[in-house]
């Protein structure tokens, strides 16, 4: 079980927006760590969306936003179009008693309708 | 921009040690960060740990017992061993690097699968 919780899935028409999930806790987004955003296509390496909470790498349409309140996180993708279907990914780092690392959340496909 | 690229054997039987290495052009080894991510058959991705350039490594807790990562600055590389592998471990790997703690992976490897079969 992933310390950074995502919905499975999630699907919108093109043209729509869909915003995507990222439920931590205390030991990670509530101490303060960034979240960061990948996209991940079949057959490729994963890709950076968002940094820091809400920066968007150079070469990244600004139909991807981000942001980060308490525990939570959100990706939000505007203008859904075909090229977009894919899985998402959160991830942040953690600290706690068990021992401190990087976490990623479960991922969410996203299926443009 | 930095680049890497993963090597190794494609296919380790249950109970042996599993050997990756990471090659990285474009940059030196002697900053950054240097990582190993994985990621099973159907599932999501999972950290498995990282390397400073001086060698000082955080691995993941759930892995921790049998995760090596180390890093040949002469050879501009980084390298994972899992020991006592079985049919879980079987995975896509890939090898990353990131600024720090609070960094996102900005380069990564293509991967390299790795299946645990008799």
């Known amino acids: 079980q992933s310390l950074l919780t995502q919905p499975p899935s999630v699907s919108g028409a093109p043209g729509q927006r869909v915003t995507i999930s990222c439920t931590g806790s205390s030991s990670n987004f509530g101490a303060g760590y960034d979240v960061h955003w990948y996209q991940h296509l079949p057959g490729a390496a994963p890709r950076v969306l968002i940094s820091?909470?809400?920066n968007r790498p150079s070469g990244v349409p600004d139909r991807f936003s981000g942001s980060k309140s308490g525990t939570s996180a959100s990706l939000a993708i505007s203008g859904l179009q075909a090229e977009d279907e894919a899985d998402y990914y959160c991830q942040s780092y953690d600290s706690s008693l068990s021992g401190s690392g990087v976490v990623f959340g479960g991922g969410t496909k996203l299926t443009v309708l | 921009q930095v680049q890497l690229q993963e090597s190794g054997p494609g296919l380790v039987k249950p109970w042996e040690t599993l050997s990756l290495t990471c090659s990285v052009s474009g940059g030196s080894i002697s900053s950054y960060f240097w990582s190993w991510i994985r990621q099973p058959p159907g599932k999501g991705l999972e950290w498995i740990g990282y390397?400073?350039?001086?060698?000082?490594?955080t691995y993941n807790p759930s892995l921790k017992s049998r995760i090596a990562i180390s890093v040949d600055r002469s050879k501009n590389q980084f390298s994972l061993k899992v020991t006592s592998v079985t049919a879980a471990d079987t995975a896509l790997y890939y090898c990353?690097?990131?600024?720090?703690?609070?960094?996102?992976?900005?380069?990564w490897g293509q991967g390299t699968l790795v299946t645990v079969s008799s």
């Open positions: 990353a690097s990131f600024g720090g703690y609070n960094s996102p992976f900005d380069n």
């Open positions: 820091g909470n809400n």
């Open positions: 390397t400073s350039y001086t060698g000082s490594t």
